[in-house]
């Protein structure tokens, strides 16, 4: 089982997220500055081949409850609450989890006007907004900038080695020359 956030209108534009060890799951956000027409939150299987059968839809406004499960341990499951009944989710990863809440209680925040649903055990960064979004981002690119460094201080231990063993060679090279020449010369 997937989620699928889409609107009845094409609009914006889309990202899709594949996980390839599980070819069978796909999920849909739509990307946009403006308000959709109608936004429904679907649940979809992923077939072999690209064929998909939709599992149930409802209506954003139809979504009483977020059960994030737990806030404190990364896990992909979560339950959602809708008019006449609840259903169990599961996302591909945890992260992934985290990114449906984040944008899913971004667009309730904005968009719903009579009824926004109630968010419970997901984390509070989930529910910062776009400060917790810049948070996320400058985490990332802290760590991506400590894996760049750390590659290239790699880099140059390489680099380092490969003059060292470059240097061993032409040593050892000058040495068999060297004895070489010694065993000609007392050869006679």
């Not at 991506?144 to 090279?173: H, Y």
């Amino acid at each position: 089982m997937d989620v699928s956030v889409f609107s009845d209108k094409p609009y914006g534009e889309s990202r899709r997220h594949r996980r390839p060890e599980r070819a069978n799951h796909n999920m849909l956000e739509p990307v946009t500055n403006q308000r959709p027409q109608q936004l429904y939150i679907t649940k979809v299987k992923q077939f072999e081949g690209s064929s998909f059968e939709k599992r149930s839809q409802w209506k954003v406004e139809q979504l009483r409850q977020v059960n994030g499960i737990d806030p404190k341990r990364d896990c992909p499951e979560f339950d959602l609450v809708f008019d006449g009944g609840s259903d169990q989710w599961q996302a591909l990863s945890s992260l992934e989890k985290s990114i449906f809440i984040q944008i899913l209680h971004h667009y309730c925040q904005s968009h719903c006007t009579t009824h926004k649903p109630v968010f419970i055990n997901c984390p509070s960064k989930l529910m910062g907004g776009t400060k917790a979004v810049q948070s996320v981002a400058d985490d990332l690119g802290s760590t991506v900038q400590k894996a760049s460094q750390a590659l290239r201080k790699r880099g140059d231990r390489l680099a380092r080695t490969d003059e060292v063993t470059e240097d061993m060679m032409n040593s050892a090279q000058q040495f068999a020359d060297a004895a070489h020449q010694l065993a000609m010369k007392y050869k006679n």
